[in-house]
């Protein structure tokens, strides 16, 4: 539980610190064995070389008393630095010729186990020699005489020995500044998801329109802060949407409680006849009405919109059900001068609840009535569709303009204000949609202003 | 006939009281739950009109606290949720009708008579109101002996305000009755239809038959 909890900066510099140091080991090792290595090698051929020498002047100039001397007993005096011995014994391990103070470090017996290879050889002092004995055959006599040379390794070991210094200093060096850039990397690297963060801590309902500013991160983050910006989008229009919506309830309530106030005051303020205080009551009683049915539209819009609620489906054929609600509109139909005409196509039929469907038509049928003029045609039609269903209710009245389209099912809303004032609360769409939100369908409004309207309700076919 | 109006809310307490009161019903009024079981225990009601809400014990648990005790009076729930949900727990606890706040006071007298009157009423074969006759079997409707030439829905119509003559019938009501439409927007289709049927039957007459009550709806009625 404990681990979750550790911030991500320390986690970043834990292991950014264990890469590098992994990393700094690994490639100080791989130069530490290459160094070795070539130290060795490079001791070895210096060794062949001296062998070379040697055996040659011995094959060649055997009597050469004098280049022998220069070689095995000046040449190695002269050297500071890697030292060398070379010592010559004949056929009966006799030393002919050695290198000065080479009996008191490298006794002859040093070299035992070492003939024909190259290995390691210890001084009496203790120092390590890369050591070999060679047996040459000696020019002009049929005998092999020895020739045992000893490079000293000290020289090698000190430069190794430093080198483990610089290593080890580089290493502790590493350990101690690794986590502390790293966790400046880090930091730094995680610094927009904090800006991030104090941004969204800072935004409330009244700052809902402050944005992240997204410019300049790298693309993951960047990423994130528009994700984070689309988001803040849609609350904010759902905010506002929540706005617009008390503040038009205020208004749609101030309405009828004004009304019944005032008549009732004015009603108090002196003495009546019973048929003024009979007015006033049947007044209120209207206003009343009113402010209930607002309620019930606006409880059962409630409803539409809680996912958890059950809808009563069954087995509805749509052509029955379009002229039943025909016959209902018939009366008003025929008092508004418009013709009203059912087109279904036969055995269409959907699972649906009954008395939704045909308040959501109702509604339709209705606002269709009320916007088309005497002489105009309302019609109500059904048909399969690739998707399912069509319920389509076409008027030819005033149209909506373009602009008020994309509005129609806000709640409250009215294309014309002043014009539907005595009408409804507008949220006569606003239930359609909510109708067909509960049965996973669709509404589609298409109009053309002066021309007519067409309201298509899509649902999924029996 | 007695009542029992539960119901803690002052002013609903009152007008559920004298609206029963004036239309003939015994009415008492209980402030909470367990006041309402220990009355229900008591004294033996025709009808119970219960409030959901409620301090002490809530709607729910008289109803099935009554229930338990075998006491069947028929329960009449007035809930402020128009949730399925809440209705379908009513039905199941044992309550026999339910409204939704706010209704209209016709709506609660219209449901109170017939959750009273449960067994079921002789379909009359021939309604009569002042000089209004109608046959429902053969489909005549006939005033002060002169027929009169009705649509399907007119008869329908008519028929249903004949049946109860005197009860005001809200236009939501009359909607659902004689249309099967279901849901209480766009009434003013009923005024329409209503106002076509007068034309038939009241316009020719000097008594007028059916009479509109303002903020309500209409009833059909045998005074001047």
Known sequence: MRKSRWSLAFRLTLWYTAASLLLLLAATGTLYWALVANLERSSSLFLADKVHVVTTLLLERPNDWDGLREEIELESAARRYDQFYIRLLDENSKTLLETSRMSALLPAERFTGLPGRVGRAESTSGALYLATEVSAPVGGRKTNWKIQIAVSLAEQQEVLRRYRRWVWAILLVSTIVCPLVGYQIARRGIRPVQYVAETAKRIGSSTLSERIQADGYPVELADLALTFNAMLDRLEESFERLTRFSADLAHELRTPVNNIRGEMEV????????EEYREVLHSNLEEAVRLSELIGSLLFLARTENPGTHIKREITAVGELLHAIAEYYEAAAEQAGVTLAVMAEADLS?????????????????????HTASGGRVELSASAAQSGLE????????????????????????????RSQSGGFGLGLSIVRGIMLLH??????????????????????? | MKILVVEDEEKTARFLQK????????????????????????????????DVMLPKADGWQV???????AIETPILLLTAKDAVSDRVKGFDLGADDYLVKPFAFSELLARVRSLLKRAPVRQQEVLRVADLEMDLARHKAMRGGQRIDLTAKEFVLLALLARRAGEVLSRTMIAEAVWDMNFDSD???????????????????????IKTVRGVGYVLDAEE
């Open chain 1, 440 to 462: 996973g369908g669709s509404v589609q409004v298409f109009s053309e202003e002066g021309k007519g309207t067409r309201v298509v309700l899509g649902m999924t076919r029996m």
């Open chain 1, 267 to 274: 009603a108090l303020a002196r003495d009546r006849t019973v």
């Open chain 2, 63 to 69: 109803v099935s606290t009554l229930r338990r005790d």
């Open chain 1, 350 to 370: 959907v699972n649906a609840d009954r008395s939704l469907l045909q308040r959501a038509i109702g509604n339709l049928v209705s606002n269709a009535l009320g």
């Open chain 2, 19 to 50: 609206g029963l009161r004036e239309a003939g019903y015994v009415t008492d009024v209980a402030r909470d739950g367990d006041e309402a079981i220990h009355l229900a225990g008591e004294i033996a009601f025709d009808l119970l009109v219960l």
């Open chain 1, 391 to 418: 319920i389509c209710v076409r008027d030819n009245g005033c149209g909506i303009p373009a602009e008020s389209i994309p509005r129609l099912f806000d709640r409250f809303y009215r294309v014309d204000a002043a």
């Open chain 2, 187 to 209: 009434t003013n289709v009923v005024d329409v239809n209503v106002r076509r049927l007068r034309g038939k039957v009241d316009d020719p007459y000097a008594h007028k038959l």
